[in-house]
């Protein structure tokens, strides 16, 4: 084969990659392999075949071979550690991660691979020390990312002074508008943006002259709403805020029958978990805290996971992405017949992924609030779990979900009548699986948390089989990192009356007013 053959097959297999067509890349890698044995850029775009299609296992095998032959391969062992943290193996991914830096120091996505990894795993001392040690490599779109996670690190450290610098670093060097209007959201919610003319004032110029997504244009009005709260300028505050969710809606408006299927459904989904016979998972005690966004499941998972015996997970969406991705791609024949052999893949990795995120503790929480849309399939695949579920005022609810961007997971967030019909049939369901499940599900109401906390919080670390530990009466004093809209909340102690300030605010938005129907 001659030297234009070979590059011209190359080029098609790269083809067949881009467009995800896994097996005509694999095989023409295959036959160019066998032809040129020798040529180690063939070998690495099979591994990587196999990377982006997801066959680990193969991927591993295909890398591991080439080191054998070449150990100082840079590429091969970050392509390595991206294997192992696709798997789940937290260390393995680290391991292979400092191997391929100690190869190639000036690597900048290597370096942003492991930071961002560390972070997911709430290492975030050790994201840090990479991310501030390797300044002097990151360039261009590397240095606005590791700028970016020094804010979000040292804001989450309490670090006021060094994230706002941070901020103010990446504000200047971004010319990207979405990004930029993501990071000014983030920084609103830290600091008073009224302090920064200039950024509402390059906020302003981006609006009037560029094309920007519904997204940067919600994120801008809630930026401005704010302001003009603050301001005490009420009239401009609803005519912002009203816009913000405006564009919102927009952008969330596909995502208006995601779990109508849960709802309207469920006797189907309940019957054919009736089909998966798994063995029970021994010392496994998950604790799900459920309700609806902005009800306070932060405050319960700052709570619980202040036990000496919890680790607290946070906003884990494994079982949304999961199910919903296995109920896309199956018709309801397909279900059935699959349901088993899915169920034991969602056990082996919801529990490595735990295992890998905490690694002492015998309890986890996970707080994504809308798990209780999976309540019958958790506690199937998982029958020691626990669910808190926290009921709020709704109109508190509704009209903290309406004031922050929430972005499309929280689709109802931007429409007050939405919001309504989604309570309703949150309560609808959350009231049958209490029925159902009632030595697994339990309802705690957060006004009565925040008027009796000494009551009510050992009756929730009860419910949960945990003996008491004094700590949980303190929540404030918790360390973990928060990476939700109730992060600031969470850092002081639990306040009385939260849920009747929304009242104020009905003259100026007068759908609020259905929450006192």
Same mark, same amino acid.
């Given at each position: 084969?001659?030297?234009?053959?070979l590059?011209?097959?190359?080029?098609?297999?790269?083809?067949?990659?881009?467009?995800?067509?896994?097996?005509?890349?694999?095989?023409?890698?295959?036959?160019?392999?066998?032809?040129?044995?020798?040529?180690?850029?063939?070998?690495?775009?099979?591994?990587?075949?196999?990377?982006?299609?997801?066959?680990?296992?193969?991927?591993?095998?295909?890398?591991?071979?080439? +080191?054998?032959?070449?150990?100082?391969?840079?590429?091969?062992?970050?392509?390595?550690? +991206?294997?192992?943290?696709?798997?789940?193996?937290?260390? &393995?991914?680290?391991?292979?991660y400092k191997?391929?830096?100690?190869?190639?120091?000036?690597?900048?996505?290597?370096?942003?691979?492991?930071?961002?990894?560390?972070?997911?795993?709430?290492?975030?001392?050790?994201?840090?020390?990479?991310?501030e040690?390797?300044?002097?490599?990151?360039?261009? +779109?590397?240095?606005l990312?590791?700028?970016?996670?020094?804010?979000?690190?040292?804001?989450?450290?309490?670090?006021?002074?060094?994230?706002?610098?941070?901020?103010?670093?990446?504000?200047?060097l971004?010319?990207i508008?979405?990004?930029f209007?993501?990071?000014?959201?983030n920084?609103?919610?830290?600091f008073?943006?009224?302090?920064?003319?200039?950024?509402?004032?390059?906020?302003?110029?981006?609006?009037?002259?560029?094309?920007?997504?519904n997204?940067?244009l919600?994120?801008y009005?809630?930026?401005?709403a704010?302001n003009?709260?603050?301001?005490?300028?009420?009239?401009?505050?609803?005519?912002?805020?009203n816009?913000?969710?405006?564009?919102?809606?927009?952008?969330?408006?596909?995502?208006?029958?995601?779990?109508?299927?849960?709802?309207?459904?469920?006797? %189907?989904?309940?019957?054919?978990?009736?089909?998966?016979?798994?063995?029970?998972?021994?010392?496994?005690?998950?604790?799900?805290?459920? &309700?609806?966004?902005?009800? &306070?499941?932060?405050?319960?998972?700052? @709570?619980?996971?202040?036990?000496?015996?919890?680790?607290?997970? &946070?906003?884990?969406?494994? %079982?949304?992405?999961?199910?919903?991705?296995?109920l896309?791609?199956?018709?309801?024949?397909?279900?059935?017949?699959?349901?088993?052999?899915?169920?034991?893949?969602?056990?082996?990795?919801y529990?490595?992924?735990?295992?890998?995120?905490?690694?002492?503790?015998?309890?986890?929480?996970?707080?994504?609030?809308?798990?209780?849309?999976?309540?019958?399939?958790?506690?199937?695949?998982f029958?020691n779990?626990?669910?808190?579920?926290?009921?709020?005022?709704?109109?508190?609810?509704?009209?903290?979900?309406?004031?922050?961007?929430?972005?499309?997971?929280y689709?109802?967030?931007?429409?007050?009548?939405? +919001?309504?019909?989604?309570?309703?049939?949150?309560?609808?369901?959350?009231? %049958?699986?209490?029925?159902?499940y009632?030595?697994?599900v339990?309802?705690?109401?957060?006004?009565e948390?925040?008027?009796?906390?000494?009551?009510?919080?050992p009756?929730?670390?009860?419910f949960?089989?945990?003996?008491?530990?004094?700590?949980?009466?303190?929540?404030e004093?918790?360390?973990?990192?928060?990476?939700?809209?109730?992060?600031?909340?969470?850092?002081?102690?639990?306040?009385?009356?939260?849920?009747?300030?929304?009242?104020?605010?009905?003259p100026?938005?007068?759908?609020?007013? @259905?929450?006192?129907?």
């Amino acid at each position: 084969m001659s030297p234009e053959k070979l590059n011209s097959e190359f080029r098609k297999a790269q083809f067949f990659l881009q467009n995800k067509d896994f097996k005509n890349a694999e095989i023409i890698a295959l036959k160019l392999i066998k032809k040129f044995p020798t040529i180690p850029d063939l070998n690495i775009f099979l591994g990587v075949v196999y990377l982006t299609a997801y066959k680990l296992d193969k991927a591993i095998n295909v890398f591991n071979k080439i +080191i054998i032959k070449n150990p100082n391969s840079s590429v091969v062992y970050n392509n390595l550690a +991206i294997c192992f943290e696709r798997m789940g193996d937290f260390d &393995g991914a680290v391991a292979n991660y400092k191997k391929s830096i100690n190869l190639n120091k000036n690597n900048s996505l290597t370096l942003i691979s492991l930071a961002k990894l560390y972070i997911r795993h709430q290492c975030y001392f050790e994201a840090k020390t990479i991310l501030e040690n390797s300044k002097h490599v990151f360039k261009n +779109i590397h240095q606005l990312e590791s700028i970016k996670y020094l804010a979000i690190i040292n804001s989450e450290l309490n670090l006021v002074n060094e994230a706002k610098s941070n901020y103010l670093e990446y504000f200047n060097l971004n010319d990207i508008p979405s990004e930029f209007f993501k990071l000014l959201w983030n920084f609103s919610e830290i600091f008073d943006v009224r302090d920064h003319v200039e950024l509402i004032n390059k906020a302003k110029n981006l609006v009037e002259t560029s094309n920007l997504d519904n997204d940067s244009l919600a994120r801008y009005y809630f930026v401005l709403a704010d302001n003009y709260k603050k301001n005490n300028e009420m009239g401009l505050f609803a005519d912002s805020l009203n816009k913000a969710n405006e564009y919102l809606n927009f952008k969330n408006i596909k995502f208006k029958q995601k779990y109508d299927r849960y709802f309207l459904n469920n006797k %189907f989904y309940e019957d054919s978990l009736e089909n998966i016979k798994l063995s029970k998972v021994e010392n496994f005690n998950p604790i799900f805290i459920v &309700g609806m966004p902005r009800s &306070g499941t932060t405050l319960i998972e700052q @709570i619980i996971s202040s036990h000496d015996l919890v680790y607290g997970a &946070g906003e884990l969406q494994f %079982f949304c992405n999961g199910i919903n991705k296995f109920l896309d791609s199956h018709s309801q024949d397909q279900y059935l017949i699959n349901i088993n052999k899915f169920a034991l893949e969602m056990q082996n990795n919801y529990k490595n992924e735990i295992l890998n995120l905490n690694h002492s503790k015998k309890y986890h929480t996970n707080k994504y609030p809308l798990n209780f849309l999976y309540i019958n399939f958790i506690l199937t695949i998982f029958p020691n779990s626990k669910f808190i579920n926290i009921q709020r005022n709704d109109g508190a609810v509704a009209w903290s979900l309406y004031e922050r961007w929430m972005g499309e997971k929280y689709y109802f967030s931007s429409n007050l009548h939405e +919001i309504k019909q989604f309570i309703s049939k949150y309560k609808k369901l959350i009231n %049958f699986w209490e029925k159902k499940y009632p030595n697994n599900v339990k309802s705690f109401c957060y006004e009565e948390l925040t008027e009796n906390a000494d009551e009510t919080i050992p009756q929730i670390i009860n419910f949960c089989d945990l003996p008491w530990d004094s700590k949980c009466l303190e929540p404030e004093k918790n360390k973990r990192f928060v990476n939700t809209p109730s992060k600031l909340q969470v850092r002081n102690k639990i306040y009385k009356g939260s849920s009747l300030a929304w009242n104020n605010f009905i003259p100026y938005f007068h759908d609020l007013d @259905i929450f006192n129907e």
